[in-house]
Structures are given as structure tokens and as C-alpha cells.
């Protein structure tokens, strides 16, 4: 039976909001400890790279197979054998004594991370009957995560003070604990009619992950050799290869991992060319002003971190106007404007950011405004326009297409600015030459990306005018 209200499934609720903190706090808090790790590990640039690297490719590449797991086996299930399997990781930490343990150990917190994300929101989605509530429940969650990724730097100074570093991800044991007892308490086991028990289609589970993994090593390879390197390029064809047979493989497959024509549905489709959109600019802009304020105007780390702040301030608390916003535009316009909103901050950027930092501010201010309502309302529209019983799939697809856009959108820039800078970009004291490069490089940069979100949007804009009405499970559980 679908709760009527949040209070009425608050405590599943926490439990699923001890998932996405999980997801936002680990690599934040890490970040901070990078330096002091590499000197106790005697850990070289590659291996402090991989750390939270090995992470991100492993999550990023297993989410689309767990999704598609989850929806034939239990999500419930799969979400609490993920959550013990991040305890059992998390207090392995207590015991690594070398770089390569740590980096396996981040690999299997990367496993449970794609055991337990999707999940959570389609959880969450599924505790509901109400738009509304789906809506309000997942805007819950997410802001718990987004005040994660907030205080995570800060929290990680603090605990690195009087702490090591261990404790930094001996902590996620207890978020693991909490979010178990609130999932196994407050959330009723999979109801057999909502899942479906299809074969696994485990060459197109293989050829999906594959294509993710090179998908998100591509970039960094980009922005750590440059552009005129083979291996960017070599793991670009193979992502590319990896798809096409990826796709002719989930053409022809009589239960495939991921049904072709169910992403295609209007919903679906412009649900994840929105938060595309959106993982494209984010992940480009954060880079491009980041370098900005410390490479181009000299600030140092902790202004920079205060110059980010107006980001920050509107990720988190713009979680009370989400709902108000949505009820009063609907759910499909609340996508488009914010999407809009995350573009035209980009655009701002381009346009304006190097004349000072209060058009830095408004393009921060905007982009996150946008992001902060489209990857609620994205994430439901994707999911409410598939079958009950395809829906921790969906929910993956909307991680999978925001991990992948990202890494994209810091490829293009820092290709850029490697073809386009001269020297070593993090040498102190430039040349005007050099200013006047990265200057360039950086609108340029901004007018890509603007015009790849903006064609994103535009797309979207067009699938959503053809929505039809949500349909029901398109298959039947075997008996």
C-alpha cells in the first residue's frame, strides 16, 4: 500500500536518504585527504588519480547491469546487499597499508555504490502513487545528499586535524548500518507483479559496462595527456565500438538488458537529454571556474572554495522551492525551465565571466537553480514513463547518463585548453600570451558546451510535446 504523505514514510525515507548521502559525502570528504593519503601510502599522482577514479569508472560502469538486476530480483533486496557489502568495503580501510588495497577497496565501494543508487530513487518513487509526493520524497533525498557534498571538503579538514585519514571512510560503516535498518523496516519486500523475471542478458550487460568504463576514462585521459596522445583517442574508438555492438546486441536480443523502445518513449527520452544537459554544463563549468579563479586571478584554495559558494547556497536550499515550482508549472514545464536556466548560465559564463566574478556568481547561481529542480523532476519523468517493472533500470539510465556527460563535459575543456594553452597551465606567473590563450580557450570551451546543452534541450523539448499516457509493465512475470 503507497503512503499518503512523507511523515507516513519517514523512516524509509531516512534510510534511503543515508543512500545518496553516502553517494555525495564519499568523494567530497576524500578529495580533502588526497595530499595526506599519498604521503602515508607513498602514493604516486597515477595512483592518488585512481583512488577516487577507480570509484567513479566502476560505479559508473555496473549501474545499468544492477539496475536491470534489481528490477528482475528485488530492489529491496539488491539495495541491502549492496548497503552491507559499503560496510563490509568501509572497515576494510582500517587495514589497507598500501596505494593499490586502497584502490581495490574504492573499486568494491564503487560495486556497492551501483547496488544501492538507482535504487534509492526508485524506491522512493515507488513508495508514492502521487506525482507530487514523488516529487517532494526525491527532492528529500536529494538535498540530505547535496548537503553531503557540501560539507564534506570542510568536514574532512576538520576530522584530518585531529584524526587519520581511515576515519574519513571508516564512517560510511554507519551510514551503511543506518540506511539498512531504515530500508528493512520501512519498506515492504518486492512485490513479485512489479518485477519480472526475463533472462539476464549478460553479453549486453558486459558490452553496456564496457562502454561506460572506456565512456569515463576517455576524459581523464584527455585532460591528463592532452589531445595529441593515442590512448584518449584509442579509449574513445572503443567506447564508440563498444556501443554500436552494445545497441545492435539490444536490437536483436529476445530479452534484452535494456529494451531500445522503452528509452525512446517521449518521458524517458527527454528526461535524459535534460539532465545530460545538466551533467554536461555542471561538470564543464565547476572545471572551467575552478581554474579560473586560482590559475587566471591567482585566489587561493579557500577563497576559491568561498567563491563557490553561491552554488553551493542554492544547491541546498533551493530544495524548499522545488515543490512550490512544480505544482505551479507542472512537471514537464519545470523540467524545460529549469534546463533552460542550467544553459543559459553557461551561456553567461562564456559571455561575461571574465570581466569579474559577479557574473561568475550569476552563472554559478543559475546553473545550480536549474540543476537543482531538472534532477528532481528529470529523474521522475524518466521513471514514470516506464512499466512498474522496469523502473531501478530507469533510475540507473538517469545516473549513467549524468556520470557520462560529466566526464564528456571535462573532456571538452580540457582538450581545449590543451590544444590551445602553451606550457604548463598550473606554472605561476603567466605571459599576457598565455592569459590571453587560456581566456580564449575558456570561451570557447563555454560556447561548446552551451551549444551542446542548448541542442540537448531543444531535443528534449521536442520528444516531450509528444508524451503519451504512461503506460503499464509491457511484459508479464513469468509464473
Known amino acids: 500500500m503507497s503512503a499518503t504523505s512523507l511523515r507516513a514514510a519517514w523512516v524509509a525515507l531516512a534510510g534511503l536518504s ?36 577507480a570509484y567513479a569508472v566502476v560505479f559508473g560502469g555496473l549501474m545499468l547491469a544492477f539496475g536491470a538486476v534489481a528490477d528482475r530480483f528485488g530492489r529491496r533486496r539488491v539495495m541491502l546487499i549492496g548497503l552491507f557489502l559499503l560496510g563490509l568495503a568501509s572497515l576494510t580501510t582500517a587495514f589497507v597499508t598500501t596505494a593499490e588495497q586502497l584502490i581495490a577497496v574504492r573499486a568494491v ?15 522512493a518513487f515507488r513508495l508514492f502513487e502521487d506525482d507530487t509526493l514523488r516529487v517532494r520524497a526525491t527532492t528529500l533525498i536529494s538535498t540530505v545528499g547535496l548537503i553531503g557534498l557540501a560539507i564534506g571538503p570542510t568536514t574532512g579538514g576538520f576530522v584530518l586535524a585531529i584524526a587519520p585519514w581511515q576515519v574519513l571512510l571508516l564512517v560510511n560503516a554507519p551510514i ?43 576524459p581523464t585521459l584527455f585532460v591528463n595527456q592532452g589531445a595529441g596522445a593515442w590512448a584518449p583517442w584509442a579509449a ?23 529494451d531500445l523502445k522503452l528509452v525512446a518513449r517521449p518521458l524517458v527520452a527527454s528526461g535524459l537529454a535534460y539532465k545530460a544537459a545538466a551533467g554536461l554544463a555542471t561538470a564543464g563549468l565547476g572545471y572551467l571556474v575552478t581554474l579560473q ?25 533551493g530544495g524548499a522551492f522545488v515543490n512550490p515550482f512544480v505544482q ?10 529549469s534546463a533552460v536556466s542550467v544553459v543559459a548560465g553557461l551561456a553567461v559564463y562564456g559571455a561575461l565571466g571574465r570581466l569579474g566574478y559577479v557574473w561568475v556568481a550569476v552563472a554559478l547561481a543559475l546553473v545550480a537553480a536549474g540543476l537543482r529542480v531538472v534532477g528532481v523532476v528529470a529523474a521522475v519523468n524518466v521513471i514514470r514513463g516506464l512499466p512498474k517493472n522496469r523502473t531501478t533500470i530507469g533510475a540507473a539510465l538517469v545516473d549513467t547518463a549524468t556520470e557520462v556527460t560529466s566526464g564528456a563535459g571535462i573532456a571538452v ?39 551542446a546543452a542548448a541542442a540537448l534541450v531543444s531535443w528534449a523539448i521536442v520528444r516531450s510535446r509528444t508524451a503519451e499516457p504512461v503506460l503499464e509493465p509491457v511484459l508479464e512475470p513469468a509464473t
Open 18 to 53: 543515508a543512500v545518496f548521502l553516502f553517494e555525495m559525502l564519499d568523494n567530497s570528504i576524500l578529495n580533502v585527504a588526497l595530499p595526506t593519503i599519498g604521503r602515508d601510502l607513498h602514493a604516486s599522482t597515477v595512483a592518488l588519480q585512481w583512488v577516487t577514479g
Open 109 to 123: 565501494m564503487g560495486v556497492a555504490a551501483a547496488m544501492t543508487t538507482p535504487g534509492s530513487m526508485a524506491l
Open 176 to 218: 551503511a548500518v543506518l540506511a539498512m535498518i531504515g530500508i528493512r523496516a520501512g519498506i515492504a519486500a518486492d512485490d513479485p507483479a512489479d518485477l519480472h523475471r526475463d533472462p539476464v542478458d549478460v553479453s549486453g550487460a558486459l558490452l553496456g559496462t564496457v562502454t561506460i568504463v572506456f565512456a569515463l576514462i576517455a
Open 236 to 258: 574513445t574508438v572503443a567506447a564508440i565500438l563498444a556501443a554500436i555492438f552494445f545497441v545492435r546486441r539490444e536490437r536483436s536480443a529476445r530479452y534484452p538488458l535494456l
Open 293 to 317: 579563479l586560482q590559475l587566471d586571478w591567482g585566489w587561493s584554495p579557500v577563497r576559491a572554495a568561498l567563491g563557490l559558494l553561491p552554488q553551493v547556497i542554492v544547491l541546498v536550499a
Open 328 to 337: 505551479r508549472v507542472g512537471l514537464e514545464r519545470a523540467a524545460l525551465i
Open 413 to 451: 575543456t580540457g582538450t581545449i585548453l590543451a590544444a590551445m594553452f602553451t606550457g604548463t597551465i598550473a606554472a605561476p606567473n603567466w605571459t599576457s600570451h598565455q592569459t590571453a590563450q587560456f581566456h580564449g580557450a575558456v570561451t570557447l570551451a563555454a560556447v561548446i558546451l552551451t551549444g
